[in-house]
Nanobody, 124 residues
Framework: QVQLVESGGGLVQAGGSLRLSCAAS????????MAWFRQPPGKERERVGA????????YYADSVKGRFTITRDNAKNTVYLQMNSLKPEDTAVYYC?????????????????WGQGTQVTVSS
């Protein structure tokens, strides 16, 4: 089992940047596929990025390609989401998640553990 705690959210102007962090408990962090999801108010949860166990493979939603980067540091049990050129439509609660399968589907049911979420608000 793993516990996940996100941090780094906040209010930023359009065009700005934020870096989200997700710290994981336990000594098995490197055995999990990790992902970042987001959920805007009244909308479905969307996977924005995912990364395999070694960090050598990543997936991104089309809406964030070229602007967001997911990375992980297995020595620090942490996964990051660097968000650049932020837009008002990026406003959402952002969640990190851990699972055992890395697929292109982005299906949230593939992930077993979730953090509590961190709010990102982008003003125009």
């Amino acid at each position: 089992q793993v516990q996940l705690v996100e941090s780094g959210g906040g209010l930023v102007q359009a065009g700005g940047s934020l870096r989200l962090s997700c710290a994981a408990s336990g000594r098995t962090f490197s055995s999990y596929v990790m992902a970042w999801f987001r959920q805007p108010p009244g909308k479905e949860r969307e996977r924005v990025g995912a990364i395999n166990r070694s960090g050598s493979r990543t997936y991104y939603a089309d809406s964030v390609k070229g602007r967001f980067t997911i990375t992980r540091d297995n020595a620090k049990n942490t996964v990051y989401l660097q968000m650049n050129s932020l837009k008002p439509e990026d406003t959402a609660v952002y969640y990190c998640a851990a699972g055992s399968i890395l697929s292109g589907s982005g299906d949230y049911t593939e992930y077993d553990y979730w953090g509590q979420g961190t709010q990102v608000t982008v003003s125009s």
